[in-house]
């Protein structure tokens, strides 16, 4: 079974500075991708980057990049030039990758409160 | 956005009393899911569909049962409902992988049901 844990309960940053969130995994499988979401206090989930784990290139998403350690089953996110509503709780997911009955169940870690200091 | 709804959006029922949410698409996408979101635990998998009529579970399935009878609507049903089941939950869809990989590996999520078990 898949595995994600993110250490960090809370995070907090100054508007315009940049912060990383940390997320670790755990598969025995080497086809799978992983997500950011935003959950603000709307609750509404929101997709923030995706990776795929057969793509050494990190992926961007305009202020938004990870950096996807695959051996160390790591995948970070960065806000650059945080802002206001930057503010959320951040979630990391796994997903298999493979179709199927099973195909999109994502493994989600605890998630991470990120405060934005104006 | 896709077209997700939840209902009803907050429900208090008290111990012991059946309760039935609701998930609703428009997007004709084949794979519907239920996931809970407790604090400390982020969101974790309650059952899901992979087409109608086709369920199976998910890693927190004890007390939850699911139907669905056409594609775009996706049954959660509590039986008899326990405060241990006081949460908010989340009805999520995704396409059939053969829409491409791009667009299949992501997953949309409804605007979340805050149920309260007293």
């Known amino acids: 079974a898949q595995t994600v844990t993110q250490s960090q309960p809370e995070m907090s940053v100054q508007e315009a500075e940049t912060v990383t969130l940390s997320c670790t995994y755990d598969?025995?499988?080497?086809?799978?991708?992983l997500f950011w979401y935003k959950q603000p206090p709307s609750r509404q989930m929101i997709l923030v980057i995706r990776?795929?784990?057969?793509?050494?290139q990190n992926a961007t998403e305009n202020r938004f990049s990870v950096n996807f350690q695959k051996a160390a089953k790591s995948f970070s996110l960065k806000i650059s030039d945080s802002q206001l509503g930057d503010a959320a709780m951040y979630f990391c997911a796994h997903r298999r990758g493979a179709g199927g009955t099973s195909y999109g169940k994502l493994t989600f870690g605890q998630g991470t409160i990120l405060t934005v200091h104006p | 956005d896709a077209g997700i709804t939840q209902s009803p959006r907050h429900k208090v029922t008290e111990t012991g009393t059946p309760v039935t949410l609701r998930c609703h698409q428009t997007?004709?996408?084949?794979?519907m899911y239920w996931y809970r979101q407790d604090p400390g635990h982020g969101l974790r998998l309650i059952h899901y569909s992979y087409g109608v009529k086709d369920t199976d579970k998910g890693e927190v399935s004890d007390g939850y049962s699911v139907s669905r009878s056409k594609t775009e609507d996706f049954l959660l049903t509590l039986e008899s409902a326990t405060s241990s089941q006081t949460s908010v939950y989340f009805c999520?869809?995704?396409?059939?992988?053969?829409?491409?990989?791009?667009?299949?590996?992501?997953?949309?999520f409804g605007p979340g049901t805050r149920l309260t078990v007293t």
């Open positions: 999520a869809i995704s396409e059939s992988p053969r829409a491409g990989q791009g667009k299949a590996s992501e997953q949309y």
């Open positions: 990776q795929e784990a057969y793509k050494q």
């Open positions: 598969t025995s499988e080497s086809d799978y991708y």
């Open positions: 997007e004709n996408h084949r794979y």
